[in-house]
C-alpha cells in the first residue's frame, strides 16, 4: 500500500510563499494521482490542485490559480505544493492523498492520506 508524508507547513504573514511536500512511500506505481486538499476549521474539505503524475494533467481550484503550482519529482516521489502570494483564507490544514486510477476532486476516490500540514496565513 501507499504512505504519504506531508511536511513544509508553517506560519507566514499575507503575501509570503511556502513550499509543501509530500513524500510517497510504500507501492508508490499505486499513487499515478496525487492530489492536494485543504480543511479550515468550520469549513468543508476542499481540493487545492491534483495532478496525473506521469503527464500535464493538473487542476486547481478557482481560489489559487495563478498563485499555486503542484509539481513531481517522480525519480525522488514527491508531489510539491508551491504556494505564493497567500492569503489568510489559505489557512487550513493540508493533506496530500493518492489514487491509483483517474484524478479529481472527488476526495473519496483517494486511498491514502497523509497526516496533514497546517498553513497560516496571517
Known amino acids: 500500500h501507499v504512505q504519504l508524508v506531508e511536511s513544509g507547513g508553517g506560519s507566514v504573514e499575507a503575501g509570503g510563499s511556502l513550499s509543501l511536500s509530500c513524500t510517497i512511500r510504500?507501492?508508490?506505481?499505486?499513487?499515478?494521482?496525487v492530489g492536494w486538499f485543504r480543511q479550515a476549521p468550520g469549513k468543508e474539505r476542499e481540493g487545492v490542485a491534483r495532478m496525473w503524475r506521469w503527464n500535464d494533467n493538473i487542476e486547481y481550484t478557482d481560489s489559487v490559480k495563478g498563485r499555486f503550482t503542484i509539481r513531481s519529482d517522480n525519480a525522488a516521489n514527491i508531489v510539491y505544493l508551491e504556494m505564493n502570494n497567500l492569503e489568510p483564507d489559505d489557512t487550513a490544514l493540508y493533506s496530500c492523498a493518492a489514487r491509483t486510477n483517474g484524478c479529481s476532486f472527488t476526495a473519496s476516490y483517494y486511498n491514502a492520506w497523509g497526516q496533514g500540514t497546517q498553513v497560516t496565513v496571517s
Open positions: 510504500g507501492n508508490t506505481r499505486d499513487a499515478n494521482c
